[in-house]
């Protein structure tokens, strides 16, 4: 079940690493003594990149957390448990929660509600790709066993500070009544990301990311039917992207309303 969906709003942005980045491969599995405790990789090229779900589950719990949502339902396992806010309701109760309704909810007993927004992975953007296998480096970090108290140096792999991902995320405009206030939590939670941590070992410093938005367009329905243009939201005359390449996200909620100011008819 789903709302008909009025428009595709597409954000392409950087994310540009200010401290290391970790996001382990294996979280499950806590090697003792471990030879090596890497970072995801997509096999097919092996090098690192940021998986849309944990980009996406970072922006919801932040979004939680700042509107105080009680995070309840268990998505994780008994040993690792991952707490999130999801509403247990019928659908049309579901489409008034702004968490739910943006990242989506599984029914436990209740009605599922896609996600209206896709987060994609965020590859290395072409300037790394090339050096990538230089870029991967090895720190050891002091691990305390939470049991023993023993300290345990075990080697980390990380993504060191300056490299550079680039990121994609659709939002699917299913009412027009909601779509400012889903788009405008969507960047709020990007700003909070920055003041917060992507990945593990963020109270060690680790995973602090700065976003810029290089691009936004909407395309209406009709635009998959090659009847219609899409429409530049960004950058405009007025607001264009500045040395670095991008618009930060700050830019972004300040000048809101007239990025994405309805199509005047
Ligand atoms: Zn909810």
Excluded at 37 to 61: A, F
Excluded at 113 to 142: C, G, Q, S
Excluded at 165 to 173: D, T
Aim: hydrophobic share 35%; charged share 35%.
């Amino acid at each position: 079940m789903g709302d008909v969906i009025l428009s595709k709003v597409i954000v392409k942005g950087k994310i540009r690493l200010k401290t290391g980045l970790h996001i382990g491969a294996q979280r499950e599995t806590m090697e003792i003594g471990g030879i090596d405790n890497p970072v995801i990789k997509d096999p097919v090229t092996g090098q690192p990149y940021i998986p849309g779900s944990s980009l996406k589950g970072k922006l919801r719990s932040l979004l939680e957390k700042v509107k105080g949502f009680k995070a309840e339902r268990n998505i994780g396992t008994r040993t690792n448990p991952i707490y999130i806010h999801a509403c247990d309701k019928s659908y049309d109760e579901i489409k008034n929660c702004e968490i739910c309704r943006l990242f989506g909810t599984s029914g436990k007993d209740g009605d599922n509600f896609p996600a209206r927004v896709l987060v994609r992975d965020a590859f290395l953007t072409e300037e790394f790709k090339d050096k990538w296998e230089e870029i991967v480096e090895i720190k050891y970090e002091t691990a305390i066993d939470r049991i023993t108290s023993a300290a345990n140096p075990r080697p980390m792999e990380r993504v060191p500070p300056g490299v550079e991902f680039e990121f994609e995320v659709v939002y699917n405009v299913e009412d027009e009544e909601t779509r400012e206030q889903d788009l405008k939590n969507l960047f709020s939670a990007m700003k909070l990301l920055e003041d917060d941590y992507l990945g593990g070992s963020g109270s060690r410093g680790y995973g602090k990311v700065g976003i810029i938005i290089t691009g936004i367009v909407e395309r209406p329905r009709d635009y998959y039917f090659g009847n219609k243009d899409e429409r530049v939201l960004l950058p405009t005359d007025k607001i264009k992207p500045s040395e670095d390449g991008g618009v930060r996200v700050l830019e972004i909620l300040e000048k809101f309303n007239e990025i994405f100011k309805h199509e005047s008819s």
